[in-house]
Nanobody, 117 residues
Framework: QVQFVQSRGGLVQPGGSMTLSCESS????????VGWYRQDPGKERDLVAW???????NYADSVKGRFIISSDVAKNTVNLQMNNLKPEDTSLYYC???????????WGHGSQVYVSG
């Protein structure tokens, strides 16, 4: 079973920035995809940002141009830098590893992000 350590989320004002981090107990190189998704209570999971094959970055349209995903294979970490945050970005964010883009194979415990003034 893969273990994850995710950074705590928190509260940020609209227009602000926050970076989430995630460390995996397994090597990222063992998986085709490393990424982040978010989920609100009672709603479907929404893919946010993901890296395929260790190099190709991809983003949901809702976060494109505002979020940046990066990974460090040597440290088995994946980060999500979130800029110009909006209230609709409020959600529980999960890092994940996958053998394909979707669905996730393993996922973290979640980091709650609140965007409110």
């Amino acid at each position: 079973q893969v273990q994850f350590v995710q950074s705590r989320g928190g509260l940020v004002q609209p227009g602000g920035s926050m970076t989430l981090s995630c460390e995996s107990s397994e090597r990222l190189s063992e998986f085709y995809v490393v990424g982040w998704y978010r989920q609100d209570p009672g709603k479907e999971r929404d893919l946010v940002a993901w890296i395929t094959g260790g190099r190709s970055t991809n983003y949901a349209d809702s976060v494109k141009g505002r979020f940046i995903i990066s990974s460090d294979v040597a440290k088995n970490t994946v980060n999500l830098q979130m800029n110009n945050l909006k209230p609709e970005d409020t959600s529980l964010y999960y890092c994940y590893l996958g053998r394909e883009v979707w669905p996730p194979t393993y996922w973290g415990h979640g980091s709650q992000v609140y965007v409110s003034g």
